[in-house]
């Protein structure tokens, strides 16, 4: 998180700095340019108005007429079909996109123009205007030339004039395209029908009719296909059923584990989940496979008429959903797996609910079916109204059948989805009613929407569940992907764990990018909305004066991450096959590393902005919004960035380097912009800011080299040869393989010390970085070398003189009363004959000062 962070850094200073250099440019600009005619070379003019500005306007002018003219002609065209298709929905989508196409070459049109219509306006700015009255005359060419800039930008401005128009009313027929659509909507929900005659006896022989219209209808396209077209027939359905067999074989060997529910195993819910999501989605999208390419074959190997082709269609679509609605209902309740069931119910009302979507399902795709048949065959509109009408009331029936299960949990807890029962209620009793009044398109909808926006609905609610659970800690991990990559790529288990989040992300992504557009389509929309609100969105997204891209940004984005790990490949290249061959300094290698890593990462960072689109001149406000911010704020961020840049620059010392800092002592381990690491001897990690060793002192052992000098002290008593112990220590100290010869060892007779003869051993060593392991050889050799030779290392001591007057012990206690009092200060004693005079400190009178003699450097008692 700290090198992103820091790299962002780095894109925000080299982002404030470019727009810092381009206001600076910029007012250093002279804004009134002076409009004063210079001094017009002939040949140069004139080359600049046949070429530059003649030629190049003339071209673009003549490119871009044609394109004008073109969208005019097309418009018109568009208009009349708009008229003619008013009730025609898809009709009218069409002509939308095409409208929006039109649009686009239009605004493209007019773009074109501008870096002429820039080039002309700077050359007359250049020229400057006419002379006045009383003025000399200008040169024939410069009017000459003045005259064809002013007709060229006058043709120019026309034609964008005429651009402008055609946008104006190719706008103006997209907005009556959208209220018409809104108004066909409108009345194919709200429209009214009579339901009475749709039920009288003569809906029942126009059934009859219809049903023999449609069986001859089938069976003379079935005597066609037998006797013109069964063998394509026979190799087209062939080649269908290939197709979804390799889908199957390849969808269970890539996730068998994942689409099969083991009887009597304990689930988690993240499994329950996946075997819910592959064993819906495979399935369906193998039969749908299949049913695509039987009716693609079909009409490729002109099978099917148009009349059997719209019905087929039709067919083929309501046996996909209702398959797909039957898979999904059977995966979240779970009739005969409750082990493996998503809705915590019981099992009774598990298997209740599962047969009543189904079922429900099955109606609304025999109504869509038969709609369809009825719209082929011309069937008069009560058939079509009685259909639809017993259709509706069953799934209303259906539906309230569904509100009034009361399910309850597997483990008898209280009753739930009290709120679902009463929406399952309103919905069907709604249905019936609208029926029944009458208002059949409307009942209609709302029974399609049941099904099929339920169904996705349904789908994108596991989707987000599945989403969340392979987001939760440690999920990814026991996953089957997260097993195959832990054991392919030898993956930790926090990788693991982002990458779980990754595939969380995707996961929404995908569900919305799949789902909403899904559900706009049952909801009346064409995917020409859906395509253009799409390209809207990725192209133009304006908020106040900003426009951007998420094209754009997400092209930026990519072509970052390309540069970056570019960068990381270059990195790895220079550091292992470049430098290391070359046999350059490690520390040296990790400066130009780091130095090549932040360089690549600005410049991609800076290459990512540019293909995103983003003008850095428009972010002039936020960047001095961070200069401030960095002013105040950031100031010790900005002084430890910088000090990085110091340090790997100047390199006082580099990764590897033995180095005191203050009371920190270790092994620099790797130097960033911010900070610096530093492992001591205790393998403690110190991270110190990179300022701190810029403005102190640092120590370097190992800076230019590993050449060090190690100093041994050492004290030996008095009375011992100093000169013996010289020529020992000497000895010793070039005996060890790891002192240097050159500089040769030295014994240094440091001084006369208060117990001992001290002296100083010094020598060099090649590598500092092993001192210790030296150091413990040479006094080891000293302690066996003093040991053998008697020579002693004593401990320290100090001699105390106590001044004052002396008692002998022997002088009678009588006596001692009629002599003069003594010196209040010590009172001295004396042994038996011979004995040495032993100094005993006698505590003087309270009332009697301490008489202290300033001659006495000894410390009185």
Not at 700 to 707: G, S
């Amino acid at each position: 998180m700290t090198k992103g962070w820091l790299r962002g850094l780095v894109a925000a200073v080299l982002l404030a700095g470019a727009t810092f250099g381009a206001v600076a440019s910029a007012a250093a600009q002279d804004p009134e340019p002076a409009r004063a005619a210079a001094p017009v070379d002939a040949g140069a003019a004139t080359e600049a108005t046949s070429g530059r500005f003649g030629g190049g306007s003339l071209s673009i002018y003549d490119e871009q007429r044609p394109v004008i003219d073109e969208v005019s002609a097309a418009l018109e065209k568009l208009r009349t079909r708009v008229d003619r298709y008013a009730n025609d929905d898809a009709q009218l989508v069409e002509a939308r996109i095409e409208l929006e196409r039109l649009a686009r070459q239009v605004l493209a049109a007019g773009v074109a123009f501008r870096p002429r219509l820039q080039e002309i306006n700077a050359r007359l700015e250049q020229i400057g205007p006419p002379p006045g009255d009383g003025m000399p005359a200008e040169p024939e060419i410069t009017s000459t030339e003045r005259a064809d800039l002013l007709r060229r930008k006058a043709e120019i401005n026309a034609l964008i004039g005429v651009a402008e128009t055609l946008s104006v009313e190719i706008n103006r027929l997209i907005d009556r395209i959208g209220t018409l659509r809104r108004d066909l909507f409108t009345s194919t929900l709200s429209k009214r029908y009579d339901i009475g005659n749709a039920l009288s006896a003569a809906t029942l022989a126009d059934l009859q009719s219809e049903v023999v219209a449609l069986r001859r209808t089938i069976m003379a396209w079935v005597r066609f296909v037998t006797s013109f077209k069964l063998q394509s027939l026979l190799l087209a359905t062939l080649m269908a059923l290939a197709a979804a067999a390799v889908l199957a074989f390849g969808a269970r060997r890539l996730f068998g584990t994942s689409m099969e529910a083991v009887k009597g195993a304990s689930p988690s819910y993240l499994s329950r989940l996946s075997v819910a999501f592959w064993s819906t989605l495979m399935p369906s999208v193998t039969l749908l496979v299949f049913l695509s390419a039987t009716f693609y074959l079909y009409d490729t190997f002109k099978i099917l008429r148009a009349d059997i082709g719209q019905m087929l269609s039709s067919l083929f679509q309501v046996i996909a959903i209702v398959f797909f609605v039957n898979r999904l209902a059977r995966a979240a309740l779970g009739p005969d797996r409750p082990n493996w069931r998503l809705v915590p119910v019981d099992s009774a009302s598990a298997r209740k609910l599962y047969w009543l979507a189904w079922l429900t399902a099955v109606v609304t795709g025999a109504d869509f079916v038969l709609n369809r048949v009825n719209h082929v065959m011309g069937s008069p509109l009560s058939l079509t109204i009685a259909k639809s009408l017993v259709a509706t009331v069953i799934v209303g029936l259906l539906l309230v059948l569904a509100g009034l299960v009361r399910p309850t949990r597997e483990d008898g807890g209280p009753r739930r989805f009290l709120a679902l029962n009463w929406i399952f209620l309103g919905l069907g009793i709604g249905t019936m009613t609208a029926a029944l009044l009458g208002y059949i398109g409307f009942a209609r909808f709302m029974s399609q929407q049941i099904v099929v926006t339920g169904a996705i609905a349904s789908t994108m609610y596991i989707g987000f569940l599945s989403a969340g659970a392979i987001s939760a800690e440690g999920a990814f991990v026991r996953t089957a992907l997260g097993e195959a990559l832990h054991a392919r790529f030898k993956l930790e288990e926090t990788a693991l764990d982002q990458l779980g989040l990754v595939a969380s992300i995707a996961t929404y992504i995908l569900v919305v990018c799949v789902g909403v557009p899904l559900v706009l389509l049952q909801w009346g929309f064409q995917w020409g909305d859906i395509t253009t609100w799409a390209h809207r969105l990725a192209t133009n997204i304006t908020v106040g004066t900003v426009s951007f891209s998420l094209v754009g940004i997400a092209t930026g984005i990519v072509i970052f991450f390309i540069g970056y790990f570019i960068t990381r490949g270059f990195q790895g290249w220079l550091d292992g096959s470049v430098m290391a061959r070359g046999k350059v300094d490690v520390g040296l290698r990790n400066s130009i590393r780091t130095a090549v890593g932040y360089a690549g990462i600005a410049l991609a960072a800076l290459v990512g902005i540019s293909a995103a689109g983003i003008d850095l001149s428009n972010l002039a406000l936020v960047a001095g919004a961070l200069s401030l911010g960095i002013g105040f704020g950031l100031q010790n961020i900005v002084s430890n960035f910088v000090s990085g840049l110091i340090l790997l620059a100047e390199r006082p010392f580099k990764a590897g380097d033995w180095i005191v800092a203050g009371p920190v002592t270790g092994t620099v381990k790797r130097i960033s912009v911010r900070a610096t690491e530093i492992e001591t001897f205790q393998r403690q990690t110190v991270i110190l800011p990179n300022s701190e060793l810029i403005n102190a002192a640092v120590g370097n052992w190992t800076h230019k080299n590993k050449l060090g000098r190690i100093e041994i002290k050492i004290g030996i008593a008095y009375g011992t040869d100093p000169r013996k112990v010289h020529a020992m220590l000497l000895d010793i100290a070039r005996s060890h393989p790891m002192v240097l010869k050159n500089p040769e060892p030295f014994v240094f007779f440091a001084n006369f010390g208060e117990s001992s003869l001290d002296f100083e051993i010094r020598f060099f060593l090649a590598d500092i970085t092993g001192g210790l392991s030296v150091q413990n050889d040479i006094r080891f050799a000293i302690a066996e070398a003093f040991e053998r030779e008697g020579i002693e290392i004593p401990f320290p001591q100090r001699d105390v003189n106590l001044k004052g007057a002396h008692i002998t012990v022997s002088t009678p206690l009588a006596d001692l009363a009629t002599e003069p009092e003594p010196e209040p200060e010590t009172k001295a004693a004396s042994g038996v004959a011979g004995a040495d005079v032993v100094a005993l400190p006698v505590a003087p009178r309270r009332r009697r000062r301490k008489r202290e003699d300033p001659d006495d450097g000894d410390e009185n008692l």
